[in-house]
């Protein structure tokens, strides 16, 4: 809205709040008076305009003429465009100008009137942008601004650039022919679609600049293959081509060339080749009058673009066209298309799928045409909640032949329990018209009209502030046309996040349900305090809030009740201590044993240590005794011997 950046002037100085009429608010309202009255806003910069939208009371006895200008000046805006001109004031204008000033004149002959301007709107772009949400920048080179649908330059180009958008410049075209020759390199922007079958045949848009036109010489080579029979789309900005055939020599790279001026870039991939593959379709059946959805399945057969397909199922006499191709993500790669008319039920038993004119895939398995499905409708009308989503039934048979049945305006597909009927939602109400209406049921080929009769939605009213609930006692929920179309079983009640209030009576204008004891979660800074939500179909209504009052603590009856959980706590606690005081004792006790152990170890260590030393010194002193015993023997023998052998000489 360029009205929300704008000033806004009135032909009263008396107007301060002048903001109130472009602040989005239709309730707030500026006034002005006199005999002949104008309202003027300044957008601030010339821009590109499409719709108008302007809410004003008119306070006067007769109608008089209102006309709205158009202008760059602020004082002459009769010398203007008239935007609009009646009797009666304007609301929604759709226009197509450029422009700084609106002004807007309301003048009744002899006659002093008051005027409330309420809102102005103004739908358009600034000078520098285009598109719907005004998002995308106009060419550098524009004179004023661009169109805000196509971003040409309407008001031509500056500084002697000439094309559409301005794309050319004065040093890269000769002005001496009527075809303008560039002399600059062709720029190259996007190739698309980036992928294709190996066989060939994809056509390309090359989007760039100084791309030629019509009777230039372009050539165009990418990933090594030729792309032949090149036609200019949009004059120095755009063409298109067929691609060869995959020669397997090169996989990057493009060249192009224009009257001699040449563009190549050998590293970047900008097409790819793909080799697709087929492996199944579904479903395997289809009604006479067509209309069913295939999706088939295989391996890169996912391209871009539009009309590269043509799918068809054959038998031994002629095909039939598997037509509206639609593709979907390469996550998840599978190509659909609706089956067209057959005069009588046959098995098709081959699919052919032929992409970019030079790739045919074929599929040896059999998709039969069945009988188109037959219905039993009813005298008796179903009736509807005006919000919609209340089931009916149809009943016939050759249901399960159908792909899809689907109702207009309703997201969800009906469910085919039976080949004999199915169940459907109902859409919302249509208004402005009678509660007795048709719907179109749609199967496949086949469009069916059935009657539905809307009654009212049911209604509940607010709890009167905070609910307070004991956690024993049901709560009442009141409202009307409870049980007009719904059942027992469509009613859930929501308490908090995942808490359900169980329904013990219901009717027309009461329900009376049994909350859980335990509070459920809820979303609420208070944890005590849950929203209740009553569910029905469609509908979703918020009743208010219920509070669980939290426990209290009497000197009647729960008083022993404190009291003994006093005692059990102090139970538990002593039990911990006791339990806490033999571990203890029983470690200590386990480390004196240990202790006492270590220490008659070592004394056991002390005493043999000293019976080893004992029998040592024992032995030595042995061994010395004995010697010195051998010694004086010696010495004996040695002294008796002498005086023996002296005798017994003598003699």
Excluded at 85 to 99: G, H, L, Q
Excluded at 441 to 464: A, L, R
Aim: hydrophobic letters at 35%; aromatic letters at 8%; proline letters at 4%.
């Amino acid at each position: 809205n360029l009205a929300f950046d704008s000033s806004i002037l009135f032909n009263s100085n008396e107007n301060e709040q002048t903001s109130l009429a472009n602040d989005g608010n239709l309730t707030s309202c500026v006034r002005t008076s006199g005999t002949e009255i104008w309202v003027q806003v300044d957008l601030k910069v010339i821009s590109i305009v499409a719709e108008i939208f302007i809410t004003l009371i008119v306070n006067a006895t007769k109608d008089g003429k209102h006309t709205i200008y158009a202008s760059n000046t602020s004082d002459l805006w009769e010398n203007g465009i008239v935007l609009y001109k009646d009797e009666s004031s304007p609301t929604v204008i759709n226009v197509n100008a450029v422009f700084r000033y609106l002004t807007y004149v309301s003048q009744i002959q002899n006659q002093f009137l008051e005027l409330d301007v309420c809102e102005i709107g103004i739908v358009g772009c600034p000078p520098t942008h285009y598109g719907s949400l005004c998002s995308k920048l106009c060419p550098v080179y524009c004179s004023g601004p661009c169109d805000l649908e196509t971003g040409n330059c309407t008001f031509g180009c500056a500084n002697g650039w000439i094309g559409d958008t301005c794309e050319l410049g004065p040093i890269c075209y000769e002005p001496n022919s009527e075809n303008l020759t560039t002399n600059c390199s062709p720029e190259i922007y996007e190739v698309f679609p980036a992928n294709g079958p190996v066989n060939g045949g994809t056509l390309l848009t090359i989007s760039g600049n100084y791309l030629g036109n019509i009777n230039d010489s372009i050539t165009i080579d990418i990933g090594g293959v030729r792309c032949h029979n090149v036609t200019v789309t949009t004059p120095y900005t755009q063409l298109t081509c067929i691609i060869g055939k995959y020669n397997k020599k090169q996989t990057t790279g493009i060249f192009v060339s224009v009257n001699a001026n040449r563009f190549s870039d050998l590293n970047a991939t900008y097409f790819t080749y793909k080799e697709p593959k087929i492996f199944n379709f579904s479903p395997k059946k289809g009604i006479l009058s067509g209309n069913t959805i295939v999706a088939i399945k295989g391996q890169d057969i996912v391209f871009e673009g539009h009309n590269r397909y043509t799918i068809s199922f054959c038998d031994d006499v002629f095909c039939i066209e598997c037509s509206d191709t639609q593709t979907t993500s390469l996550q998840n790669p599978y190509i659909k298309c609706k089956t067209g008319i057959s005069t009588e039920p046959r098995n098709m038993t081959q699919l052919n799928v032929i992409i970019d004119d030079l790739t045919v895939l074929t599929l040896n398995e059999t998709f039969q045409y069945l009988p188109d499905p037959s219905f039993n409708i009813s005298t008796e009308i179903p009736k509807a909640f005006q919000s919609g989503g209340v089931l009916f039934t149809i009943r016939g048979e050759g249901f399960n032949n159908v792909g899809a049945i689907t109702v207009e305006r309703v997201d969800n597909p009906c469910e085919v329990p039976e080949d004999t009927s199915t169940e459907c939602e109902t859409p919302p109400r249509l208004q402005n018209q009678p509660n007795n209406q048709t719907v179109d049921v749609h199967f496949d080929g086949v469009t069916i009209q059935f009657p539905i009769e809307y009654v009212e939605d049911p209604t509940f009213e607010m709890f009167e502030g905070i609910v307070l609930y004991d956690k024993e006692s049901s709560i009442e929920i009141e409202g009307r046309s409870i049980l007009n179309v719904a059942r027992l079983e469509d009613y859930h009640i929501n308490i908090g996040l995942d808490g359900i209030c169980l329904i013990t009576d219901i009717s027309m204008d009461n329900i009376t349900c049994l909350p859980p004891k335990s509070v459920p979660r809820t979303n609420n800074t208070d944890d005590n305090t849950v929203y209740v939500i009553v569910n029905v179909i469609r509908i979703k209504s918020y009743i208010g809030d219920l509070q669980y009052r939290t426990e209290t603590i009497t000197e009647n009856g729960n008083t022993f009740v404190m009291i003994v959980g006093i005692l059990v706590a102090g139970l538990v606690v002593s039990i911990i201590i006791g339990m806490s005081a033999v571990l203890v004792l029983r470690r200590r006790k386990t480390k004196a044993a240990n202790e006492f152990k270590m220490k008659i170890k070592a004394k056991e260590e002390i005493i043999q240590k000293a019976k080893i030393e004992g029998i040592k010194r024992r032995f030595l002193t042995d061994k010395k005794e004995k010697k010195m015993h051998s010694i004086m023997r010696c010495n004996f023998e040695i002294e008796f011997g002498c005086v023996l052998r002296s005798h017994k000489t003598s003699q």
